[in-house]
């Protein structure tokens, strides 16, 4: 069934009205119960779910059960989603995602503040496609602006499951050509000249 346009969902003064296919769904007194392969446009996402919940007097959207959502160039998986069409804010539990350039990641708990920014706790970033990652930067918590850059406290670079590298601060680039000003990961050596060595450089 395609639910758009109802007249439940408020006047055209208010942001974009979803559009909900679903193989089942129950009419409550403020809300709606879909469940059955969702589908859900709202806001820029498309979202997958088996189950979905709308409240249509606060304009909340709650979706569970393997919740898919996809926007632009990023995708985004987790246990269960809670949207506000009204302030377009939202939280995604057990998340895990893929954006450009490559990069994949995982949070307890994602955020998102506002159209281009997202907020994270228990966070683990990698470009590594092996069981083990080859590496792997984690934080406790940080930032994410759109097709911009990863922003992070405390991270900490693991090689394979080994810790070698703490910062205070990291901002990674994930700007769509793939470069931005800062400074690039630490490289450590050795040489018969040098001996044991940390190298920085700045782009």
């Not at 506002?114 to 706790?121: E, G, P, Y």
Request: charged share 25%; with cysteine.
């Amino acid at each position: 069934m395609l639910f758009a346009g109802w007249s439940l969902l408020g006047n055209a003064q208010e942001s974009k009205k979803p559009v909900i296919r679903a193989d089942h769904q129950v009419q409550e007194e403020d809300s709606w119960q879909f469940t059955g392969n969702v589908e859900a446009e709202f806001a820029d996402y498309r979202m997958l779910a088996e189950a979905l919940h709308y409240d249509v007097k606060q304009r909340i959207l709650t979706a569970e059960g393997r919740v898919t959502l996809n926007s632009g160039d990023t995708m985004l998986t987790g246990e269960r989603m809670q949207f506000n069409l009204k302030t377009h804010r939202g939280e995604l539990i057990d998340a895990a995602g893929l954006m450009s350039p490559f990069l994949q990641f995982d949070a307890r708990r994602l955020n998102q503040l506002d159209a281009q920014t997202l907020s994270f706790r228990g966070f683990h970033l990698t470009s590594c496609a092996q069981v083990v990652p080859r590496w792997t930067i984690s934080c406790s918590r940080g930032k994410i602006r759109k097709d911009r850059y990863v922003e992070m406290l405390w991270p900490v670079l693991k090689v394979k499951k080994i810790p070698v590298f703490v910062w205070p601060y990291l901002r990674y680039p994930v700007a769509k050509e793939g470069r931005a000003t800062g400074f690039l990961f630490p490289r450590f050596g050795k040489s018969e000249l040098r001996g044991s060595f940390l190298q920085t450089s700045f782009f």
